[in-house]
């Protein structure tokens, strides 16, 4: 089955939002290469902030490789389990261009990873249309997507533009987006700055496949402000911005041959109206 935005969305409360069940064993994670706080937290369905003050640590970015990392949730006694997370995978059918590097670029994994979960060779060639394996981690797998929002009619078509309204672009024509995945998509210019619209740290920075690439701020009061369509970021997973920080530069849409921005916000597991959302 090609990867499956639908599909993910299922499990996002699960990836994002939900606290870790107890365990009658402490787990202890040992942080591996190319793996961070936030996406460590995520595997194991606990939030970043947890995983920060169990560990009583103060910056994320300070964590190195070989670190042994408490999990929240999984109890307090003598027995202790060294683990990694459960790795789930979706598949992806090559597209026409599609390499293994670029691939592993696109999904956030490794080179070596990418060959080691699908079993090629270094030296193997990918072909259109087939299909391979890659992890089951996309936009949707860090959002919440449940439940239909104030505000949002179901129309997709040009909304007219409120001048008192501040978007992360100059915006010059905005559409709701409905369905699984409420939100906006605001047309602008390439290469124009997108500006966060408030404080907060920055919880996911990168590639996600027909979002481009994505910076997710998680704020106080439990929003998550979500920022798609870029084409390079400027920020990275654990980083702390203020409103009107500098995410990334906006790049084109393949689908709609347009320089538009996909934004969403939720607060817990419920998508808020952006025009309607809080700004800094």
């Known amino acids: 089955m090609e990867l499956s935005l639908n599909r993910l969305l299922f499990f996002a409360v699960l990836s994002f939002l939900v ?15 190319g793996e961070t706080i936030y996406s460590i937290a995520r595997s194991y369905g606990v939030s970043p902030q947890e995983m920060l003050t169990l560990n009583k640590i103060s910056d994320a970015r300070t964590v190195q490789v070989g670190a042994r990392l408490r999990i929240p949730g999984s109890g307090n006694s003598s027995s202790v389990t060294i683990t990694t997370p459960r790795q789930s995978y979706d598949e992806y059918r090559v597209e026409r261009n599609d390499t293994l590097f670029s691939l592993a670029r696109r999904f956030g994994i490794s080179l070596p990873e990418l060959l080691e979960m699908n079993g090629f060779a270094p030296n193997y060639v990918l ?5 391979i394996r890659v992890p089951a981690q996309g936009l949707a797998a860090q959002l919440p997507a449940l439940g239909q929002p104030s505000g949002i009619t179901g129309n997709t078509a040009p909304t007219r533009l409120d001048p008192s309204i501040r978007w992360p672009i100059k915006a010059k024509e905005i559409s709701y987006i409905t ?3 409420y939100g906006v998509q605001v047309t602008g210019e390439r290469q124009e700055e997108v500006k966060s619209l408030t404080g907060g740290t920055v919880v996911t920075a990168g590639p996600f496949r027909g979002f481009g690439r994505v910076a997710i701020v998680q704020t106080e009061g439990g929003y998550l402000y979500v920022y798609g369509g870029c084409e390079t970021l400027s920020v990275k997973e654990g980083d702390k911005i203020t409103s009107g920080t500098e995410l990334g ?4 849409d393949t689908k709609s041959a347009k ?3 996909f934004f969403f916000v939720f607060r817990g ?8 959302a809080p700004r800094a």
């Open 179 to 181: 369905g699984k995945l």
């Open 127 to 131: 072909k259109a249309g087939e299909k």
């Open 269 to 276: 597991n419920t998508p808020i109206d952006p025009a309607k």
């Open 19 to 33: 606290s870790g069940f107890g365990f009658s064993e402490e787990k202890i994670h040992v942080m591996r290469q």
């Open 249 to 252: 530069k906006l790049g084109i």
């Open 259 to 261: 320089s538009q921005l």
